[in-house]
């Protein structure tokens, strides 16, 4: 369980919601995936070069709400400048934007609201190369958000099949098939 922001309780309920949040012994899942997509490139020069098979995409959601616009703009609004407050004041960023069976929040809206947000931090929206990413998930049950760098470099956007694929890892039992395939051969 990563923080979340915009409880939809009380005032009294949602400081101390955040002040057990701050309490947690638990990273923020996107530092988990950093420490996942870290892993598996240190165990690229590993003897067994093995990847977890059933793992593609690791889409981490650090900041959780409502799935509707004035939520996500509160949420949004508390969370993200703590998020790119050690940013550079030439740092870009872009938005990664997933909509699954909700039109509560287009990312039209979304866009602009971050926008508003970022506005007084000097950061420019930049489409290719951005330093940020900040992505939001929106579905029935929530809307969430991260802001992360390295998206489309380190993270490979989040996709560790295609790290292992770079970096010349295979799956646990792909190999084995492959082995199968060459001693059937040499018969």
């Known amino acids: 369980p990563g923080p979340s922001a915009g409880s939809g309780g009380g005032q009294a309920e949602g400081d101390a919601g955040k ?4 309490e947690a012994p638990y990273p923020p899942p996107s530092a988990l995936v950093e420490r996942v997509f870290a ?7 590993a003897a067994g070069r093995r990847i977890a098979r059933f793992v593609v995409r690791m889409l981490p959601l650090d900041f959780v709400c409502s799935p ?7 949420a949004a609004a508390a969370a993200i400048p703590k998020a790119l407050a050690g940013a550079p004041p030439d740092a870009t960023w872009y938005l990664n934007f997933q909509n699954r069976a909700m039109s509560t929040i287009k990312r039209e809206d979304a866009l602009a609201v971050l926008k508003d947000i970022i506005r007084p931090l000097n950061m420019e ?5 951005a330093d940020y990413m900040i992505i939001v998930e929106v579905n029935p049950a929530l ?3 991260s802001v992360l760098r390295g998206y489309s470099t380190d993270l490979f956007e ?3 099949q295609a790290l ?13 098939d492959e082995d199968e395939d060459e001693d059937e051969d040499e018969d």
């Open 19 to 22: 002040e057990a949040q701050q």
């Open 125 to 129: 929206l930049s489409v290719c190369d």
């Open 143 to 145: 809307c969430g958000f």
């Open 164 to 176: 292992c694929a770079s970096e010349g890892l295979q799956a646990d039992d792909e190999s084995s």
């Open 68 to 74: 509707h616009l004035k939520q996500f703009q509160n």
């Open 158 to 160: 989040c996709n560790l």
């Open 39 to 45: 892993s598996h490139r240190a165990g690229a020069s």
